[in-house]
């Protein structure tokens, strides 16, 4: 069931469109324009701006332009800056600040899903909302979608895409996941087939490590109300962060299995990270890494049946 929410992994297919050839030799296109310098950028993880130019220096290429290429497909509007303001990500916001410690308010099911017995997947931290939106497009019918953000302008700009889309099989909820995270899913109809959390909020001080998403009373909820045979996907492109997320749920191991214990045939590093995206599409800060250069350090773990 996973595979139908779109995660797929050598034998999980993922449940998507085949891709728009026009859009494809643009990507190429765009990506023959890129030139790299041999002396790599200092990653600044709050930068996504970053660009390059092509060989002749007259055409600035810059992430973001990767990023709307990515999801030209869904022709999301931009009016909506004009109604909110201009809608800034920021990357660093205090999650145990009082203003966040309030749980959501659950919504009706019934209300925000055409179906909803259909299997679950929550992106914590969705940002923007593209790379849920994305998903939920291509697979209409086969499973609901909650994206849970703490940015509440994100929020309101993903619904109002939503609402654009006509999409009855996604929902966005500004939520602190470490709160509400528990109750969402406990009231939910249907099951928990899939948990995401991709390139959360690294807090780099020692000292604020407590503010990171992941956190043993999160892993024990997902872990809690996963189905069995359900999935957890996470990944970052900063290794402190992945490696903080891979120790949490590593402990886990009497209830989860990492992929390539099921099957040996998955591509993994030395380090028994996750070659490859296993969902089919990348989300904006994988692309906006990625450019700069960033190792994308990923792990997908199946809950024990």
């Known amino acids: 069931m996973a595979a139908s929410l779109g995660l797929h992994c ?52 810059r992430s973001p332009d990767l990023v709307a290429l990515e999801y030209a497909d869904l022709n999301l ?37 055409r179906d909803p017995t259909l299997p679950l997947m929550v992106d914590i931290g969705s940002g923007s909302g593209r790379f849920l939106i994305w998903l939920a497009k291509r697979n209409p019918d086969s499973g609901n979608y909650l994206g849970l953000e703490i940015r509440q302008k994100l929020v309101k700009r993903a619904e109002f895409w939503v609402k654009e889309l006509a999409l009855t099989n996604i929902h966005f909820l500004f ?3 470490a709160i509400s995270f528990r109750q969402l899913v406990l009231t ?19 000292r604020h490590h407590k503010r990171r998403v992941v956190q043993k009373t999160l892993v024990d909820n997902i872990i809690g109300h996963l189905v069995p045979g ?7 492109d900063v290794l402190d962060v992945a490696q903080h997320m891979r120790n949490q749920f590593d402990a886990e ?9 099921l099957d040996p045939s998955v591509p993994c590093d030395n380090d028994g990270w996750l070659l490859d995206n296993p969902i089919g599409i990348r989300t904006e800060r994988e692309i906006h890494a990625e450019f700069e250069g960033a190792k994308i350090y990923r792990r997908l773990y199946q809950k024990r049946t």
């Open 10 to 61: 050598h034998h999980f297919h993922v449940a998507a469109a085949a891709a728009n050839p026009l859009r494809k030799a643009a990507k190429q296109l765009l990506s023959s324009l890129i030139l790299k310098s041999s002396k790599p950028n200092h990653h600044h993880y709050n930068n996504i701006h970053c660009c390059c130019y092509d060989s002749v220096g007259a055409k600035e290429i």
């Open 77 to 113: 509007s931009d009016k909506i800056s004009g109604e909110w303001g201009h809608v800034r990500i920021r990357q660093h916001v205090n999650p145990l600040s009082s203003s966040f410690t309030v749980p959501a308010q659950v919504p009706d099911w019934k209300e925000v899903f």
């Open 188 to 206: 939910y109809p249907g099951p928990l087939m899939l948990v995401s959390i991709l390139c959360p909020d690294p807090h780099f001080k020692k």
């Open 230 to 236: 359900g999935k957890v996907f996470f990944q970052s």
């Open 175 to 177: 939520a602190n996941a």
């Open 253 to 261: 191991s009497d209830a989860l299995q990492h992929i390539d214990e």
